[in-house]
């Protein structure tokens, strides 16, 4: 497998009528993000696949789905799993490898894809996103990859993602709204790789 389309989960995933050509065998790998594919209760997004398809082979989550990840372990031909360095200790590396070698389709993404991403542009203290990991995990595992939606969280957009009404809380800056990651530095890496022919947008 050589190609891989990640799907974010920005608002300009419904700027175009993508659904068909995601969903067709353009590409060997379609990965969705967190909630960009289910619910955390299981149900689908639904009333989008015009623009953004229904195809979802890898699913990428942080660690806050690892029990979602054990549940849906049968829905995936992979999921990958990915822990903020901040978060990593002894007992979640333990915990990590038990899950993976009972269930070999979810792997957890090495702490090392989050310095190689701060080489690029320095997250800490925050952390990456996520989508951020997502792109480095595909980079440095497929030939070609492409993404779709992703938004770094732009404040043009009245919302944070594509499937939910929520407000864009880095529009807002609500005081006391808790924001963890850095939209200008999301920017600059996603600007970085395409200028770097790493990934391709999908237009």
């Known amino acids: 497998m050589s190609k891989i389309l990640l799907i974010g989960n920005g608002p300009s ?10 969903d067709s065998d353009e590409f060997d790998i379609v990965c969705r993000i967190n909630r960009g594919h289910k619910q955390d209760d299981g149900s689908l997004n639904t009333g989008f696949e015009e623009f953004t398809g229904t195809r979802c082979d890898y699913w990428i989550v942080s660690d806050l789905r690892i029990e979602l990840a054990i549940n849906r372990v049968k829905d995936y031909k992979g999921i990958f799993v990915y822990i903020p360095t901040f978060k990593i200790h002894p007992q979640n590396i333990a915990s990590a490898n038990y899950i993976s070698s009972k269930y070999p389709s979810i792997q957890f993404i090495p702490p090392e894809y989050e310095a190689s991403i701060n080489n690029i542009v320095d997250f800490s203290p925050k952390w990456p996103s996520t989508g951020v990991v997502a792109i480095h995990f595909a980079v440095n595992n497929f030939k070609d990859v492409y993404i779709y939606g992703f938004d770094t969280y732009d404040i043009k957009y009245d919302t944070l993602h594509y499937f939910e009404d929520k407000p864009n809380k880095y529009k807002l ?18 600007d970085y790789m395409i200028k770097n022919n790493k990934i391709k947008q999908l237009i």
Do not use: C, F, Q, W
């Open 13 to 22: 995933a419904l700027e175009h009528k993508m659904g068909s050509r995601i």
């Open 173 to 190: 800056k609500t005081k006391g709204s808790r924001v963890d990651h850095n939209p200008s530095h999301e920017r600059y890496y996603i």
